[in-house]
């Protein structure tokens, strides 16, 4: 998804994601290619900026799951912080608790690589081969702005749009299989 300027093609930004899962969590690595990411320090003076958390507005990760239909959608914020920690929110509208994720990140030749476990309650869903809802959303921070530029979405973005803060509705997620 892009916001004011065209995609600049996958040399200046592109990400690419592995997922796994046991019986304790779903694993997740993003690899991000973008020259200068920019990570919101978490002491930064508030954006006050409409209803978004100002994290939204910072290079990093959305991640939704649906384990059930019956369920409701789990999501989360990530954003690298100094060091190699992860600042981990719930996202909008979600379930999920900070505490639900661990992992960390460094930094690459290309940009940057995150690695997390997201351990909900009641992990795994039952049924051995069974489709749950899933997005992964990498946001996109430019120098200079105010706002993110844009998004990466798994499930596709449909071009130009309107980037909702740190909301994603559940029946735009993909689908993934655990077998």
Not at 11 to 33: G, K, M, N, P, T
Not at 115 to 143: C, Q, S
């Amino acid at each position: 998804r892009r916001s004011e300027l065209p995609y600049g093609g996958p040399e200046v930004f592109s990400a690419a994601a592995r997922l796994a899962w046991d019986e304790q969590a779903l694993y997740l690595e993003v690899a991000v290619r973008h020259p200068a990411p920019w990570f919101r320090p978490a002491d930064a003076p508030p954006l006050a900026l409409d209803n978004e958390p100002d994290d939204i507005h910072s290079d990093g990760l959305q991640v939704y799951l649906r384990p059930g239909e019956d369920e409701p959608p789990i999501g989360f914020l990530v954003v690298p912080e100094a060091g190699s920690g992860l600042r981990v929110r719930p996202a909008g509208g979600c379930a999920g608790r900070s505490d639900w994720v661990r992992g960390a990140w460094r930094p690459t030749p290309e940009g940057y690589r995150v690695t997390f476990a997201i351990a909900p309650p009641g992990w795994p869903p039952p049924h051995h081969g069974r489709a749950i809802g899933f997005d992964l959303l990498v946001n996109e921070m430019r120098p200079g702005r105010v706002r993110r530029a844009g998004q990466l979405v798994w499930s596709g973005g449909g071009g130009w749009v309107y980037l909702r803060g740190d909301r994603q509705a559940p029946d735009r997620f993909g689908r993934v299989v655990l077998e």
